[in-house]
């Protein structure tokens, strides 16, 4: 028997080796190839591999080059972006491989946030979900939509930290914490991406936008940034770390600055922490002319400058900029770059080329018969309206007004998005066709009995004073219960779309102050791609549903929660301020000198409101109720090499079956460093049938408690912490423990 399994264990040895040996025999290859071409190529191509254009196919941006076909035959281009469809990538393939003298192939990319023609959730709101299965699996849809349609390449996931919803791109990320962050960069990179690049499902992931973006000053879109090491590194880069450890194939860098130093000419960033450190093998591109755009920043006196800043801070794409083009091959005849650096940009470029098959098949995403098959496919839509079903948070529910009963008397819909469709697929959707999309009306007419009086009225547009707000109290009076869509325009979020004033805009909350007046139930339907402050709505509203732009089945998803058969399950990832003087405003702040005290004047508050949110990270109601027993840890203390384990038993003690997210949060107490309040360290998503309870346990070791010391040493110290568990970031149980 011992020989029996010393064989087994030599074999397997024998395997891992023989593994091993592949891989590197495989990587060798892969780099003898990329050799092969690298050494036909003369310093115009090779500039041209790291050059980026638009097509005219669409726009996403101010175009600057209209000769780029022209580009693309000498070969002074090495990827279109904005070109869809297999059609014209074929074409605009056809003029790279059979016009230019080394027929290198293009890369196709394009802006795949939450779908390319089945659109999905905002990311804010799929991030609501706390579901990382279906996270993977919608940007996994995305990609086979993408790939079907030509294209290589998705500028996605982006995993900026937001804590500001002034930001309009708050919409395109996971909101404000770093370690749930983490997690939802690495889901989307391995759903994008897929399990390898060998056939035609996968496009390359891009995370974006490096580094701290979302703490732009003011909430103002491109503006600068200021922090210290200490929280750039906990707080903001951990989800880009996470995206490379998840094998991102490329990185964008972000337009701001940090500490005087623009993101695109930025070496610690991109070559000592992104190569360096991490051991990123990809390749870096810029944001959209995010090069030229430091002539502006004022850290370099012309676009040449700019251009050999960013090639020597680690840039190997420039997108839409032509900088490198046109400025590049002088300066390094001038030796203010060195060509060592340009080959190894060309280089990770031609291996991505390799990698994604296009050497040997420059057309093989270019296929129209599985384009018409996959694009638009009836599975893909009935899962993007599972995943907005999970990404809904219900934040009011007095009396239990919902569900509402599919057989109920009358029911008046009325708000400028109860019968809008346009709106539905929010910002930054691909190819989506709003068209295509299912208005609220239309879910909840399939969803109501024959005998149900359902009636509508519009009462007012999004964002100006025109009002028929007669028309809209003549529906409400006649119905049993009122629906009342509120929210935000498509356009009022994502990039460019920051706003100083996050209320609803227009005239809406006095068409709601209209409709309250009544006195009838009222059931609140927000649709937004961002925090709003609705203090007066969360006062006296009867149910308010937070389904942000839920993308293509939209309409469908929400009457599904709206009639119960869907019991809402999602939490909210970014806090909701009661004023937008409150702001930033987020769970894992720290603590201050002279915290709140109500007694006490001189304290940090303010004089006009409270410090507390409207609605805190984590948060989110249910149909069914649920009760947590006391927190227990299975030590006292425990050393730097132990596992501390963390129970709790959760129950439902309503009537129906319900999803319950349980989060544990984390504090340290004492520090070399001061320590946020709560951290959030690991959650767990259960279904619960009535009355069934479930033991929960988690772990935590010292890594999961590290942090940047004095001395920006990464690890975790001995002393007293607090673990909470609970249903949100405030309403918790808590118990203690030591690391000794």
Not at 42 to 48: A, H, L, S, V
Not at 512 to 531: F, Q, S
Not at 597 to 604: A, C, F, I
Request: net charge neutral; proline share 3%; charged share 25%.
């Amino acid at each position: 028997m011992n020989k029996f399994k010393f064989t087994i264990a030599l074999a397997m040895i024998m395997m891992l080796f023989a593994c091993k040996n592949m891989k590197v025999n495989t990587e060798a290859l892969l780099d003898r190839k990329v050799d092969s071409v690298f050494a036909l190529m003369n310093i115009d191509e090779k500039i041209g591999q790291l050059t980026l254009y638009t097509s005219d196919y669409d726009v996403t941006g101010p175009t600057i080059r209209a000769s780029y076909k022209e580009d693309v035959k000498s070969g002074r281009v090495g990827a279109i972006f904005n070109a869809v469809g297999t059609k014209y990538t074929r074409e605009l393939q056809k003029l790279a491989v059979e016009n230019s003298r080394l027929h290198i192939p293009l890369i196709f990319g394009y802006d795949v946030i939450h779908g390319y023609k089945t659109i999905f959730p905002i990311p804010l709101g799929e991030s609501a979900s706390w579901d990382l299965e279906a996270i993977e699996n919608s940007a996994r849809i995305a990609a086979l939509e993408a790939s079907a349609s030509g294209l290589h390449w998705t500028f996605a996931p982006m995993v900026d930290i937001a804590r500001d919803p002034r930001w309009g791109r708050i919409a395109e990320g996971a909101g404000e914490d770093t370690y749930l962050g983490s997690l939802i960069a690495a889901a989307r990179v391995k759903g994008f991406q897929g399990q390898d690049f060998s056939g035609t499902s996968s496009v390359l992931a891009c995370a974006k936008h490096y580094a701290a973006y979302g703490a732009a000053l003011a909430g103002r879109d491109y503006n600068t940034v200021d922090m210290s090491e200490r929280t750039l590194r906990e707080v903001y880069l951990p989800p880009f770390h996470a995206a490379c450890n998840a094998g991102a194939a490329t990185f964008m860098t972000s337009f701001n600055e940090i500490a005087g130093v623009p993101s695109t000419a930025n070496k610690q960033l991109l070559t000592d922490i992104l190569r360096g450190e991490w051991g990123f093998k990809g390749f870096v591109v810029t944001d959209y002319t995010s090069i030229n755009e430091m002539v502006q920043h004022g850290n370099c006196a012309n676009e040449k400058e700019a251009g050999e800043l960013a090639i020597n801070a680690g840039v190997d794409m420039d997108m839409q900029g032509a900088v490198y083009n046109n400025y590049l091959k002088k300066s390094i005849e001038e030796n203010k770059v060195n060509i060592e650096q340009v080959n190894a940009a060309v280089k990770r470029i031609l291996r991505m080329k390799f990698m994604l098959g296009l050497f040997a098949d420059p057309y093989k995403f270019c296929d129209e018969e599985r384009e018409k098959k996959v694009v638009f496919a009836k599975e893909n839509l009935d899962y993007a309206r599972e995943v907005a079903k999970k990404s809904i948070v219900l934040l009011k529910n007095s009396k239990s007004v919902l569900p509402l009963s599919k057989n109920i008397k009358s029911l008046a819909l009325i708000g400028p998005l109860a019968n809008n469709k346009s709106e539905l697929i929010g910002n930054w959707s691909g190819q989506g066709d709003w068209h295509n999309a299912v208005s609220l009306l239309d879910g909840v007419k399939q969803k109501v009995s024959a005998e149900t009086k359902l009636l509508y009225a519009k009462g007012c547009n999004i964002n100006d004073d025109s009002t028929n707000f007669a028309e809209a109290l003549k529906v409400a009076q006649n119905a049993d219960v009122i629906v009342l869509a509120l929210g935000e325009g498509a356009w009022m979020s994502g990039e460019a779309s920051s706003r100083s004033n996050i209320n609803l805009p227009g005239v809406q909350n006095e068409l709601y102050k209209e409709i309250l007046k009544l006195g009838k139930p009222l059931v609140v339907v927000l649709m937004n791609g961002r925090p709003l402050t609705i203090q007066h709505i969360a006062n006296t509203a009867d149910a308010i549903l937070e389904t942000w732009f839920a993308g293509t089945r939209a309409g469908d998803a929400i009457a599904d929660v709206l009639f119960g058969d869907y019991n809402p399950s999602g939490k909210l990832t970014a806090t909701f301020p009661r004023s937008v003087g409150q702001i930033p405003l987020y769970y894992n702040a720290k603590n201050t000198g002279r915290p709140f005290d109500e007694k006490n004047k001189y304290t940090s508050k303010y004089l006009d409101i409270q410090n507390t949110p409207l609605y805190p990270f984590g948060f989110g109601l249910s149909y069914t109720t649920f009760s947590y027993s006391d927190v227990k840890v299975n030590k006292d203390s425990i050393s730097m090499t132990d596992t501390l384990q963390i129970s709790v038993t959760v129950k439902n003690t309503g009537k129906i079956a319900g999803e319950e997210v349980v989060q544990l949060y984390v504090r340290d107490l004492v520090g070399s460093v001061t320590r946020p309040v709560k951290e959030l360290k690991g959650f767990k998503k259960l279904m619960l049938q009535s009355g069934e309870s479930k033991e929960i346990v988690f772990k935590l070791t010292s890594n999961d408690l590290a942090f940047y010391t004095l001395d920006m040493t990464f690890k975790a110290e001995k002393g007293d912490f607090k673990v909470f568990v609970g249903t949100n970031s405030v309403d918790v149980k808590e118990a203690k423990f030591k690391i000794y």
